[in-house]
């Protein structure tokens, strides 16, 4: 059993006055994926938005509670969100690489952080991110064409250059695999065994057979609350919770 | 006269939308058949049916009528032994027996000219009459026809819809038709000018000096007084006012309305948008003319004044002050407009990058304006042709003289203010001085329709990539 690296404690997220989550408290272990599960609007996607403060996007968002990271507090209003963000990479539902060239797309964040001074430290980055991403082989002769001309899952596979990118500690995805089709889907499970190796990663999916083949630990959230979380195996073999139960056995959701 | 026919044949042709409807229900009834449309189509049949055959013939009517009475009179007084050389000399005894005829006419009247008179009137009775008659078999004939369709449980839904298309059909048929006629009045103009004065000499001239060609008929210049014409057309003058206070005018509105575009939209919370989004599209609704003697009797003086104090020598009518005018007056159609784009940038590629620790201005910069940029310069281009294409601000503030010049303290002038100098006050039509106005018109058009469609080409790729 690894390290807590994660730690959420009472965590409340209200959009305006609707509240969104209920006192979710979810330890999340370092070099491991975490996969959260749940029906629509049962607050997943807003949790581990909350580990790299992108609510702070939405004005009507308010966060209580805690969460730390390697035990330091990051629902803090004089934290600085641009450090966290570099630590907690994060990969979207949707693939939205930028409409720039391949490199553009992976050498953004680096630049934006003032690393990679150089052209050829730069060249490095892009080059190690898109093998980690395992898309180097399939796009490394055209690095100047724009990241929008590419597949869908092979934009997906960009995004997630471009979030490990910067060299976080903690990757974030929400959905990744929604848009795409079984084949690439399959390519970024597979990536994402690998990726656990180096990173601690939390994925939010609709699908339970990806969650009982990419994760060790999985949450079960329902109408804003963490139900139950545990070993993935344990989660769908035997639940403890009448309503995970009927959940991954497809009676409601 | 028409007025009222017009009016009498809508009101009867609405009433008999209820007619149809009950005549058609009956039917169904009485026939126990199941109708082909619903019953208020068949009234909808009977209206279009009574009423667009008597309009159009009362349209065609009302073209032909003068014409064919001018003839028939014009015929009727030679005959009595008026004579005319031309054309000309026949519009106008025309127009004296119409002025008789209406009573307004105080010069001596002969014999000739009476007889005509009165023929006229006669001739006016019969049309008129005869007008009233055959609108009316119109009506008859077209309404027994369609009742007599209904009867036959016809597919009134398909007949109304195909009328309908035709009458929105023949509207933009009508927009377009005055667009292809401006264009061409412009162009035969401008062929008329172009006769007289080299095309070349007119966009490569450097000298604009129109009034030297006041009042000379084009088809009687002399070879000598061609050669002093020839370098009295020169286009360059404007094109390079125009273009320079086009140019101060983008110089001020272009930052601004960007950043107060990007404010508006990345910024501005929803309280503060709702207020002041209106506010700057106020100075959209003010009218031109209020800029123009603002730029002129405030603005103008008050860099005068400044100059003055420092020791430079600025005209009362300056490039700058013009254009500096211009430029608040253009900023909203920036703003609002790349307001709108950088809105439909996508919110996902904000995430993105702000999932990789950018700050919001480091977003906007590397990722919203550059994925807005076609919309951007889509809007800017618009812009441009506006700026080009004003004229109460110009005519105002910027002056009269063609001076080439880049200094923007000086007065200058512009396309448009030229035509309008030209074309106030009492014009010869034969003159080249007036019709180089219209070739001024033509370069304007043909200048704002390339830039419009370059515009539109941007802000079209734009759209494509994200939708």
């Known amino acids: 059993m690894s390290e807590a690296k994660i730690k959420s404690n009472n965590l409340n997220v209200f959009y305006g006055d609707k509240q969104a989550l209920f006192d979710v408290n979810l330890d999340l272990n370092e070099k491991e994926v975490t996969a959260l599960i749940g029906p629509s609007g049962c607050g997943k996607s807003t949790f581990i938005r909350c580990i790299n403060r992108m609510n702070d996007v939405i004005d009507i968002c308010k966060v209580t509670g805690n969460i730390e990271i390697d035990g330091v507090e990051i629902n803090d209003e004089n934290l600085d969100v641009v450090s966290l963000r570099e630590r907690v990479g994060m990969v979207f539902q949707k693939p939205n690489p930028f409409p720039k060239s391949i490199y553009d797309n992976i050498s953004y964040g680096p630049k934006i952080h003032g690393k990679g001074e150089t052209k050829s430290e730069l060249d490095e980055i892009v080059e190690r991110s898109l093998k980690k991403a395992a898309l180097w082989e399939e796009v490394k002769d055209r690095l100047d064409e724009p990241g929008t001309g590419l597949s869908g899952g092979q934009q997906q596979r960009l995004c997630i250059a471009r979030a490990i990118s910067v060299n976080p500690e903690v990757i974030l995805m929400d959905e990744p695999c929604s848009a795409l089709d079984p084949i690439a889907t399959a390519k970024i499970e597979e990536l994402i065994d690998e990726l656990k190796k180096t990173y601690t990663i939390v994925i939010v999916t609709h699908s339970m057979a990806q969650a009982v083949r990419v994760s060790q630990k999985t949450g079960f959230f329902h109408l804003g609350k963490l139900i139950e979380v545990g070993k993935t195996e344990k989660i769908f073999k035997n639940p403890d919770n009448k309503m995970t139960q009927d959940y991954i056995t497809g009676r409601f959701g | ?467």
Do not use: C
């Open chain 2, 1 to 467: 006269m028409n007025f009222v026919l017009i009016f009498l044949i809508v009101i009867f042709s609405s009433s008999l939308f209820f007619y149809g409807k009950s005549k058609t229900k009956s039917i169904s009834i009485e026939r126990n058949i199941k109708l082909n449309a619903l019953p208020k189509f068949y009234g909808y049949y009977l209206v279009l049916w009574s009423s667009i055959p008597a309009l159009v013939f009362l349209l065609v009517w009302s073209l032909f009528e003068p014409v064919i009475i001018k003839s028939i009179i014009i015929e009727t007084a030679a005959n009595q032994g008026a004579i005319f050389n031309d054309k000309n000399e026949a519009n106008l005894i025309y127009e004296k027996i119409k002025a008789i005829h209406l009573g307004t006419y105080f010069g001596d009247i002969d014999t000739i000219l009476k007889e005509s008179a009165i023929s006229y009137s006669k001739f006016l009775n019969i049309f008129t009459n005869s007008k009233i008659v055959l609108i009316f078999v119109t009506i008859i004939a077209s309404v027994i026809f369609s009742l007599k369709k209904i009867k036959n449980n016809n597919k009134a839904r398909e007949d109304v819809e195909k009328i309908l298309k035709g009458l929105l059909f023949v509207s933009s048929l009508i927009a377009i038709l005055t667009t292809l006629g401006i264009i061409f009045s412009l162009l035969f103009e401008s062929i008329k000018f172009f006769s007289v004065i080299n095309i070349f000499d007119y966009l490569f001239g450097t000298n604009w000096s129109p009034q030297r060609a006041f009042i000379r008929d084009a088809s009687a210049i002399t070879a000598a007084e061609y050669d002093e014409l020839r370098d009295a057309f020169g286009f360059v003058p404007l094109i390079a006012g125009t273009s320079f206070i086009a140019f101060i005018a983008m110089f001020v509105a272009v930052p601004i309305g960007l950043f107060s575009g990007i404010y508006m939209a990345e910024y501005a919370s929803y309280k503060i948008r709702r207020i002041s989004k209106p506010i700057i599209e106020i100075l959209a609704g003010i009218p031109t003319v209020v800029y123009g003697f603002f730029a002129a009797l405030t603005v103008g003086p008050f860099f005068r004044q400044i100059g003055e104090s420092i020791g430079l020598t600025v005209s009362s009518e300056s490039a700058l002050a013009a254009g500096l005018i211009m430029g608040i007056m253009i900023i909203p159609y920036i703003s609002s407009l790349s307001d709108d784009v950088i809105n439909s940038v996508p919110q996902s590629l904000r995430d993105g990058s702000y999932a990789v620790g950018a700050t919001k201005s480091e977003t906007i910069k590397q990722v919203v304006i550059p994925a807005a940029l076609p919309g951007i310069i889509g809007s800017v281009l618009l812009a441009v042709s506006r700026a080009i294409g004003e004229t109460m601000i110009v005519v105002m503030a910027a002056g009269l003289a063609a001076n080439l010049t880049i200094n923007p303290l000086e007065s200058t002038t512009t396309i448009t203010t030229q035509i309008v100098m030209i074309l106030v006050g009492d014009q010869e039509f034969d003159s080249p001085k007036t019709q180089s106005a219209f070739a001024l018109g033509l370069t304007l058009f043909v200048a704002t329709l390339i830039l419009n469609y370059i515009a539109q080409r941007a802000v079209k790729k734009y759209r494509e990539k994200y939708d």
